[in-house]
């Protein structure tokens, strides 16, 4: 079986950005508004290391994904780093067709929570 290496580095135009995996067991009991937060920041760097560009310059609220340039090959990339980062569900079509990187953001946020028993693990589809 293959490996995928995935990368904690990534290059832009202005130098090197160091992405910080989540700490599974923070997010697990922080509060609503930290898990958010946290997972912002994680989607951001994923955002960025796909499009190529500082964290900071993603838009997570003013524009759908695929304006953001995140297509199906794309896409399929996010889910699967974001599936093995996080260890939860991310479904495709749903990631793909929504309205904002928030969206996702707060979706994943849901799921990770000490809450999330009460709403199901999975991201809905």
Sequence with gaps: MTTLHMSQTYETEAG??????????VLATAGLRERTRILEQYVREELGRIL????????????PM???????????ELQY????????????QRLLLANSAQE????LAGQLGP???LHGAAVPA
């Excluded at 780093?81 to 991310?90: I, N, S």
Aim: overall charge negative.
């Design 52 to 63: 190529g560009i500082e964290p900071h310059l993603v838009d997570t609220t003013g524009r």
């Design 16 to 25: 090197l950005v160091h992405m910080t995996r989540p700490d599974m067991a």
């Design 66 to 76: 695929g304006c953001l340039g995140i297509g199906s090959i794309s896409g399929i």
């Design 115 to 117: 809450e999330a028993h």
């Design 104 to 107: 996702l953001i707060d979706c």
């Design 81 to 92: 780093r974001m599936e093995a980062t996080l260890g939860v569900d991310v479904n495709l």
